[in-house]
């Protein structure tokens, strides 16, 4: 895994050529959760 992303287009990315799932919730205009599921491994990443 990058030890940094700018932006949840690259998480997006990254997680799309893993092969793993994507679920983008969004909490209010601002703030999104990309919850990203790839196997057994589950990460969450936050965006505001």
Do not use: C, K
């Amino acid at each position: 895994m990058p030890t940094s992303f700018t932006n949840l287009e690259q998480v997006a990315r990254w997680a799309l050529a893993r092969g793993a799932s994507i679920d983008v919730v969004t909490q209010d205009e601002y703030t999104h959760d990309v919850v990203v599921v790839d196997g057994v491994d589950v990460w969450v990443f936050d965006s505001t």
